[in-house]
């Protein structure tokens, strides 16, 4: 099973951008930030904010703030900072309870800090998927989010929450996925798509997968 995964991760690293991405090395695991360029720009001129869901110590997300900022959005920032929820059935044990945890949200400000992002170009949302939902206006809608929660669950109710709140022509990235594997985000993206949502793909590599919602659906 590992092989077959190891040899999946090489292919799609391998393969040929779709839709236009810019080429260059990538980890799997992290978000390029010239594919982030790449993919705000596709999200240009449509309506609402940018987020990521799951950032961790904010590698993609100063990033991703700083391309809201210079399109005069707000970008949004959700997670525990307390590291991973307990796994589930779906989950094995790859990614225990508190795995990347930073210490806090106060830590992560610190750490946006120090990589120059103004304060008022973010909001923090601050709890476990779906809690950290709670508190957000039913109004709020995205350009471009991404999604990095690699346990299943959380994933299963991040694209609940997230794909109605994203606008028409919004850019959808989604990591962790792996066409040949069922547990971890990979289970709940498959069942994610086999539900026909209205979005289409725009491109897959590195273990990500790239989607936009359709104008008409």
Avoid at 39 to 68: C, H, P, Q, S, T
Avoid at 187 to 213: C, M, S
Wanted: charged share 25%; hydrophobic share 40%.
């Amino acid at each position: 099973m590992l092989a077959k995964l190891l040899k999946q991760i090489a292919q799609q690293l391998q393969r040929p951008h779709a839709g236009g991405a810019p080429p260059g090395e990538r980890r799997p695991g992290s978000w390029h930030h010239a594919d982030l360029e790449w993919l705000a720009g596709l999200a240009a001129d449509v309506l609402g904010d940018f987020a990521e869901i799951g950032v961790f110590r904010g590698a993609a997300f100063r990033k991703v703030a700083a391309l809201a900022y210079s399109q005069d959005r707000l970008a949004h920032a959700f997670d525990s900072f307390q590291g991973m929820a307990p796994p589930q059935a779906e989950d094995g044990n790859q990614y225990p309870a508190g795995k990347f945890d930073i210490g806090g949200s106060g830590t992560f400000v610190q750490l946006m800090n120090d990589a120059g992002v103004p304060r008022d170009a973010y909001r923090l949302w601050v709890g476990f998927v779906p809690e950290c939902f709670k508190e957000v206006p039913d109004t709020l809608r995205f350009a471009f989010a991404i999604l990095d929660l690699d346990h299943y669950q959380p994933t299963v109710d991040g694209l609940k929450w997230l794909a109605p709140r994203m606008s028409p022509g919004g850019i959808l990235a989604l990591d962790d996925y792996l066409e040949s594997y069922d547990k971890l985000a990979s289970k709940a993206i498959k069942e994610f798509l086999a539900g026909k949502p209205d979005f289409d793909t725009v491109a897959q590599f590195n273990q990500q997968l790239i989607l936009r919602k359709r104008q008409n659906p």
